[in-house]
């Protein structure tokens, strides 16, 4: 049974930096692709990057380019999602999921597995 963990979430300050974990178990993710989604109250969940496990290709929302960078490592089966210059506007609930499907990253259905969620908030 796949199970997907996120991890280090917060209350932060304008400005300051986060980083998510996401711990992934109950099998092997070779080929997938591993994405972080997230949720305001009241609006769609939205992508925010994505990463393939196999290749380390990264794709990012416009919103976040050069603000946060996701990495993985393979030993630990564990995704990451580094947040710098945070804005109030990147609080949500921040969501890691997985997919086998190389293809349209961006679209949350196409995402099989998904974790609890963790809360980000940003101050002003």
């Known amino acids: 049974q796949v199970q997907l963990v996120e991890s280090g979430g917060g209350l932060v300050q304008a400005g300051g930096s986060l980083r998510l974990s996401c711990a992934a178990s109950?099998?092997?993710?070779?080929?997938?692709?591993m994405g972080w989604f997230r949720q305001a109250p009241g609006k769609e969940r939205d992508f925010v990057g994505g990463i393939s496990w196999s290749t380390s290709n990264t794709d990012y929302a416009n919103s976040v380019k050069g603000r946060f960078t996701i990495s993985r490592d393979n030993a630990k089966n564990t995704m990451y999602l580094q947040m710098d210059s945070l804005k109030p506007e990147d609080t949500a609930v921040y969501y890691c999921?997985?997919?086998?499907?190389?293809?349209?990253?961006?679209?949350?259905?196409?995402?099989?597995?998904w974790g609890q969620g963790t809360q980000v908030t940003v101050s002003s």
């Open positions: 109950g099998r092997t993710f070779g080929t997938y692709v």
């Open positions: 999921a997985a997919t086998p499907y190389t293809i349209r990253w961006s679209d949350p259905q196409n995402y099989a597995y």
